[in-house]
């Protein structure tokens, strides 16, 4: 609805657009079967280009490999990640290790005093080294064996599980595979890791498959839990391409199209689509090196009738005189 909103408030208000009269032949929206839209180039003036907010990018020749892109989050890895809880119930006597601290493994953390009478207190000790991530208790705090008390774990290296859906990519996807990783927090970062491990099978409702690479976390920067890509390398090796960014592709009935600029003309061209790499996607058709190609304000461009050429006829009939 937002954007239904914004594009009625453009179309109202930029000047140099031409719009079809009474009388004329409108043709289909977009999506609903031979579009009007698809025929010209459409001409707007500076004050529409920046009413639009439109961006452009190039259509440059690169080396590039493909990549397969899922979204991701960061985890511990399961083998570095301890819950510590009592065997027995018991009382909270003294807790000595804080939220956040470096632990040994073996190092003293809770002491608990036994429920049952006559019950000398129990230390207990960290079954792995790493960071206190997690503290449940306070002192005093009654306890059972049912309850996690704290929980340790060693974020030094990190999985990112990524979600791919039932594609043709998943079958190119293997152990062993370099990836890329970037975090939302710090969307300027790029971070390698290894595909470590894959899902034994497809989730049977969300039809996805879960690949997980690793990646060095020493300076414990990213944390478990963050958001963001993966990216999988499949290709054999990398090869001079022409890309466009993928956000300047948009689709209709099937068929992928972009714009491309020159000067204040906006020509919608139907392209054939090649591999994907990261931000990119290989144009194998429709767009030459060194084009322009809109990557903000594509969605609105796609609205927007070029102008009608006058006629002859036209003239004829705008004259008053019968014919």
Known sequence: MKNLITLFFLLMILPSMVFAHGGEDHGAAPGTGDSAFTQGPVELSDESIISLGIQTGKASLKPIEQKISMIAATQIIPENHAFVSSLFEGRVQGIHAKLGEPIEKGQKLITLEPLSIGSN???????????????????????????????????????????????????????????????????????????????????????????????????????????????????????????VPKKSVLEENGKAFVFVREGNSFERREVALGIESGYEVEILSGVFPGEEVVIQGNYQLQYIQPAKKETQADNHNDDGHAH
């Open 121 to 243: 207190p129990v230390t207990l000790t960290a079954p792995i080294a790493g960071k206190l991530i997690k503290q449940n208790i306070v002192l005093g705090q009654p306890v059972s064996s049912e309850t996690v008390l704290m929980e340790i774990a060693d974020t030094s290296e990190l999985l990112v599980r990524g979600a791919l859906y039932e594609t043709p990519g998943l079958a190119k996807i293997k152990v062993g595979q370099a990836a890329e990783v970037i975090v939302d927090i710090f969307p300027g970062e790029v971070h390698s890791g290894t595909v470590q491990r894959l899902d034994a099978s497809l989730e049977r409702d969300s039809r996805t498959f879960d690949v997980y690479a690793l990646i060095d976390n020493k300076s414990g920067k990213i944390l478990p839990n963050l958001q963001g890509e993966l990216r999988v390398m499949v290709g054999e090796e990398k090869a001079n391409r022409l890309v």
